[in-house]
């Protein structure tokens, strides 16, 4: 198997101008290399800058520093040796599925027979014959990804990128099309020499991959690369897809070596962003933890929910910023704090969580600090906004802030009218606010 250096990352770094001018990095000093013969997962969480960093190897998006060489040439524009399978199809839906797998092809200025004939071979290589004529419209969402794999594969690449490729489909169809997947790189007519994926799911790369990039977050970078060395096809069941599991689960929750994670208690909500998460949800795993004796195993419950371990953790982020739970190795486990909070009633359990989120949850502590500052106790959302908008691109800064009303909400430490566009204290909150001279 070759071992061909096909794509060089080296020390790349991607910054943004954020809304106030400031500079925004997605990546950070990150360098790979992908070569011929291997699949490779790009693991990590929201934040890590996957998705850009697989757009600066397609050559879609410039780096600010570093380079990105194919074949030992330096990227100066669209990567000539890659095609990319996109999350949400990206279908032409006035087009045929023949005509959608044409298109890239068309671009390159091939022949139209030559071009008709590629396409009907990937097309039949993908499992789609029989649907040359049909539209988007008519296709189910896994049929819909079949055209996007076979309109990237017709285009021969080097190097296939995908970008959550099976993310927007349902469970079934997903692990359809990821077997179906495993089965034609195993082909030796398969017409590409390397696979890029990205996903969040730690399932899915240790299914798909031989080499597994974690990226931590905020700005992107490369925590750690794991390899896979198990044979196709793969077995969830066995201990060692188990332990390897386990092991990038650990890599995704854990801190990194040497790094100085600031306590909640005093970050500032840039540096500790809200997880997504909503009080039920959070509230739901601190109890799953508890009935199971104070102390879970994550991918358990995970197995028992039939739920990736990928969608658990933004609660468990939660639960551990709020001081409900504990997170040891690969298990879970129950504080005092958050036996109180599950097991009181109603209305104890909302004021102990009212107490941890105003100390522990950043963003709901500037708020709350904010409005006793003011002299009616009430502020405009786009207040909070600007100043979010320093450390967050636009729309991360609106979901950190529509978390923060949503717990501070439940916590009752304050209230926001759609109306007004105003964050005003609650009445019942111990939120005393300055009364101007």
């Known amino acids: 198997m070759s071992h061909e250096v096909l794509v060089h990352v080296d020390k790349v770094s991607k910054s943004f101008t954020g809304a106030a001018g400031d500079e925004l990095r997605v990546l950070d000093d990150v360098s790979l290399q992908l070569r011929a013969g291997e699949i490779v997962a790009l693991l990590g969480r929201s934040g890590s800058g996957k998705s850009t960093l697989l757009r600066t190897i397609a050559g879609l998006i410039s780096p600010t520093r570093?380079?990105?060489?194919?074949?030992?040439?330096?990227?100066?524009?669209?990567?000539?040796?890659?095609?990319?399978v996109f999350q949400t199809f990206a279908l032409m839906p006035w087009l045929t599925v023949q005509d959608n797998v044409e298109l890239g092809l068309a671009a390159r200025g091939v022949p139209p027979a030559q071009r008709r004939e590629r396409a009907l071979n990937a097309i039949d290589l993908i499992g789609l014959d029989g649907f040359e004529s049909a539209y988007p419209k008519e296709l189910s969402g896994g049929m819909r990804q079949r055209v996007g794999f076979a309109r990237a594969l017709v285009l021969e690449p080097d190097l296939l990128l995908m970008d959550e490729p099976f993310s927007a489909l349902d469970v079934l169809t997903a692990e359809n099309l990821r077997t179906e997947l495993m089965s034609l790189w195993?082909?030796?007519?398969?017409?590409?020499?390397?696979?890029?994926?990205?996903?969040?799911?730690?399932?899915?790369?240790?299914?798909?991959?031989?080499?597994?990039?974690?990226?931590?977050?905020?700005?992107?970078h490369i925590r750690a690369e794991v390899p896979v060395d198990l044979a196709r096809p793969r077995d969830r069941k066995s201990a060692a897809f188990a332990g390897l599991v386990d092991r990038l689960y650990d890599l995704l929750t854990g801190r990194e070596p040497g790094a100085?994670?600031?306590?909640?208690?005093?970050?500032?909500?840039?540096?500790?962003?809200?997880?997504?998460?909503?009080v039920g949800g959070l509230a739901g795993l601190v109890e799953i933890v508890h009935a199971k004796g104070g102390r879970a195993d994550l991918p358990e419950i995970a197995a028992d929910l039939t739920f990736e371990i990928d969608d658990l953790l933004p609660l468990v982020d939660a639960a551990t910023m709020l001081d409900f739970l504990l997170v040891e190795g690969g298990d879970l486990a129950v504080t005092p704090t958050g036996k109180e909070f599950?097991?009181?009633?109603?209305?104890?359990?909302?004021?102990?969580?009212?107490?941890?989120?105003?100390?522990?949850?950043?963003?709901?502590?500037?708020?709350c600090n904010a409005l006793g500052a003011s002299g009616r106790g009430s502020l405009r959302a786009g207040f909070f906004l600007?100043?979010?908008?320093?450390?967050?691109a636009v729309e991360d800064a609106q979901r950190q802030l529509d978390i923060a009303i949503d717990w501070g909400r439940y916590a009752e430490l304050f209230d926001y009218d759609t109306d007004t566009d105003r964050i005003?204290?609650?009445p019942a909150a111990d939120i005393q606010p300055s009364v101007a001279p």
């Open 424 to 426: 005003t204290v609650d």
């Open 66 to 84: 570093g380079t990105v060489r194919y074949r030992g040439q330096e990227l100066v524009g669209a990567n000539p040796g890659t095609a990319m």
């Open 386 to 392: 600007d100043l979010l908008r320093r450390g967050f």
């Open 342 to 367: 599950t097991t009181a009633d109603i209305q104890r359990s909302k004021q102990v969580f009212a107490e941890q989120a105003r100390h522990r949850a950043p963003l709901v502590r500037t708020i």
């Open 260 to 278: 100085v994670e600031p306590e909640p208690t005093e970050a500032t909500p840039v540096a500790r962003p809200l997880p997504a998460a909503s």
């Open 186 to 220: 195993q082909r030796e007519d398969f017409p590409t020499k390397a696979i890029c994926v990205v996903t969040h799911n730690i399932e899915e790369a240790v299914l798909l991959a031989d080499r597994v990039v974690v990226l931590g977050a905020n700005p992107g």
